[in-house]
Antibody, heavy 123, light 110 residues
Framework: QLQLQESGPGLVKPSETLSLTCSVS??????????WGWIRQPPGKGLEWIGN???????NYNPSLKSRVTISADMSKNQFSLRLNSVTAADTAVYYC???????????????WGQGTTVTVSS | QTVVTQEPSFSVSPGGTVTLTCGLS?????????PNWYQQTPGQAPRTLIY???IRSSGVPDRFSGSILGNKAALTITGAQADDESDYYC??????????FGGGTKLTVL
C-alpha cells in the first residue's frame, strides 16, 4: 500500500532555504505510474499546489513559486525532496507531499497524501 | 494566471442535498481538467473524495458524487450528515503539468 511521510525542520529562518523530504513506501518512485508532488497550506488558508516531478526527472512548478522551488528525487532512498529558497513569513505553512496516478498521454487518476508537516519561518 | 473559483461558504440542512461547484475565471471546466475533490476537517490532511471528475475514492460513501454541470465541475452531497461539515477543495489540471486549487468551500450542516 502506497504511503508517504514528510520530514524536515519545523523552523526556518527568514532568507534561508526550506528543505523537506518525503519518504515513499509501498511503491518505487522509479515507477512510470506516478507523479510525486508537494502542496502547502498556510495557517487558516486554502491549499496551494507547489509542484511535482516524474521519475524521468521532469518537473512542473507553480509559476508563482517557480523561481524559488526545486523538487528532486533520491532514488536510492525512495525519497523525493522540496527545496524553497529565500523564505519569508509568508512561506509558513503545513507542507504535504502527495502522489498522483499517471496513466500516460496526460491522463491522471487518484492521489495519496502524507499527513503533512508544519514549517514556521521565523527568526 | 489561472484562477479556480469555489463558493466561499455553503449551508445545508441535515438530510438535504447540496452541490458545490468548481469553475475557471475564464473558460469552462471539462473532464479534461481531471477535477478532484477533497474534504478537510481542522487539523487533518485532506481526504480525496472524487478524482477524474466522477470516480469515488476507496471508502467514500456513494452519497458523494462528482460531475460536470454546465461549465463547472460539481460535487454533490445527497443526504447530508453532521460530519459532512468540513472544508471542500477542488483542484484542476490546467495545462502542461500544472495543477491549481480552488479557494475552498466551507460547508455548514445545520
Amino acid at each position: 500500500q502506497l504511503q508517504l511521510q514528510e520530514s524536515g525542520p519545523g523552523l526556518v529562518k527568514p532568507s534561508e532555504t526550506l528543505s523537506l523530504t518525503c519518504s515513499v513506501s509501498g511503491v518505487s518512485i522509479r515507477s512510470s505510474s506516478y507523479y510525486w508532488g508537494w502542496i502547502r497550506q498556510p495557517p487558516g488558508k486554502g491549499l496551494e499546489w507547489i509542484g511535482n516531478m516524474f521519475y524521468t526527472g521532469r518537473t512542473n512548478y507553480n509559476p508563482s513559486l517557480k523561481s524559488r522551488v526545486t523538487i528532486s528525487a533520491d532514488m536510492s532512498k525512495n525519497q523525493f525532496s522540496l527545496r524553497l529558497n529565500s523564505v519569508t513569513a509568508a512561506d509558513t505553512a503545513v507542507y504535504y507531499c502527495a502522489s498522483r496516478d499517471y496513466f500516460g498521454s496526460e491522463t491522471y487518476g487518484t492521489d495519496v497524501w502524507g499527513q503533512g508537516t508544519t514549517v514556521t519561518v521565523s527568526s | 494566471q489561472t484562477v479556480v473559483t469555489q463558493e466561499p461558504s455553503f449551508s445545508v440542512s441535515p438530510g438535504g442535498t447540496v452541490t458545490l461547484t468548481c469553475g475557471l475565471s475564464s473558460g469552462s471546466v471539462s473532464s479534461n481538467y481531471y477535477p478532484n475533490w477533497y474534504q478537510q476537517t481542522p487539523g487533518q490532511a485532506p481526504r480525496t473524495l472524487i478524482y477524474s471528475t466522477n470516480i469515488r475514492s476507496s471508502g467514500v460513501p456513494d452519497r458523494f458524487s462528482g460531475s460536470i454541470l454546465g461549465n463547472k465541475a460539481a460535487l454533490t452531497i445527497t443526504g447530508a450528515q453532521a460530519d459532512d461539515e468540513s472544508d471542500y477543495y477542488c483542484v484542476l489540471y490546467v495545462r502542461s503539468g500544472i495543477w491549481v486549487f480552488g479557494g475552498g468551500t466551507k460547508l455548514t450542516v445545520l
